[in-house]
């Protein structure tokens, strides 16, 4: 009796071991799938496509994709979009530092109301902003200007990042800021030289949260940039998809293309990105 009790909770085990492998395997279809069929669908013709889409290409037809790195426009959108990213990520970041660090280890009045309202910015839709955002920056004369897109992406990542800041800043415990003190730090350069260290993996975190935000971002390029040479991969990918409607495979290879940077960055800051979010996790 007392093996077959042993017996039962082990098979359990096992038995949810191999059910959480088959979801996982499961989701990770719903992903590999359509990068797979993107990626031989590059390598075809339309008629190919049509006739043998989920099999391998015959004949292969590189062109589709030598075409268009052979492309200035290509490389000029690339430019664009990690220029953007770039820049959105560093002034979100330096300012949501700045700003969580004051709302996680100074105490004034209206604190937490002030942290109220940046958390509110979390239920701010961006497309009900759209369109006063683009009359202010028709004022501003920030229309096909890449700051008219850097400028309300930083904006709009304030919140996210000051909220998962301001945990990771209130759980350093107040001795290791006493020390400083004591040693002759001021405020400032404990949060530069002390707190921003030992803050690494969730300014990790949300710097890869910033720039996938901003790479991935169509509505307001759309609405900002008229001029073509302005242009991010996002735009780019849906003015070739309507210059090239009836080539499919040609398009295929363009979003193929398209995402290879993203998943790059996100391949190499995948650790990080992990490692911050259960970091904040486990101190909060």
């Given amino acids: 009796m007392s093996g077959a009790r042993h017996a039962r909770p082990k098979a359990i085990i096992r038995f949810r071991g191999a059910l959480l492998q088959v979801i996982a395997l499961t989701l990770a279809s ?48 690339l430019w664009n979009s990690t220029f953007i990213a770039l820049a959105t990520t560093i002034l979100v970041v330096a300012a949501s530092a700045l700003a ?45 200007n890449p700051l008219g897109v850097i400028l309300p992406q930083v904006a709009f990542g304030l919140p996210m990042t000051i909220i998962i800041l301001r945990g990771f800043f209130r759980s350093i415990p107040i001795e290791i800021e006493e020390a400083a003190i004591i040693d002759g730090c001021s405020p400032f350069g404990f949060f530069w030289r002390i707190l921003l260290p030992m803050a690494r993996p969730a300014l990790a975190t949300v710097s890869v ?10 509505m307001l390029p759309l609405v900002v940039f008229n001029d073509p040479n302005l242009w991010t991969l996002p735009l780019g990918v849906q003015q070739f998809q309507g210059q090239y ?4 495979a040609k398009v295929l290879a363009y979003v193929v293309l398209a995402m290879i940077p993203a998943l790059g960055f996100y391949a190499v800051a995948e650790r990080q990105l992990i490692s911050g979010l259960t970091a904040g996790a486990i101190k909060g």
Avoid: C, H
């Fill in 30 to 77: 719903f992903v590999i799938v359509p990068l797979v069929y993107g990626v031989l669908g590059g390598f075809k013709d339309t008629s190919q496509l049509s006739t043998n889409a989920f099999g391998l290409p015959d004949p292969w037809v590189p062109e589709n994709y030598t075409d268009i790195l052979a492309s200035d426009t290509f490389w000029r959108q």
């Fill in 100 to 144: 969580a660090f004051v709302l996680a280890r100074f105490s004034f009045r209206g604190r937490e109301l002030l942290f109220t309202l940046f958390a509110t910015g979390l239920m701010f839709p961006f497309a009900v902003a759209i369109l006063p955002l683009f009359v202010l920056l028709r004022m501003f004369g920030l229309l096909d």
């Fill in 245 to 248: 409607s009836s080539e499919t």
């Fill in 209 to 218: 949260l910033a720039i996938v935000s901003s790479w991935n971002n169509f």
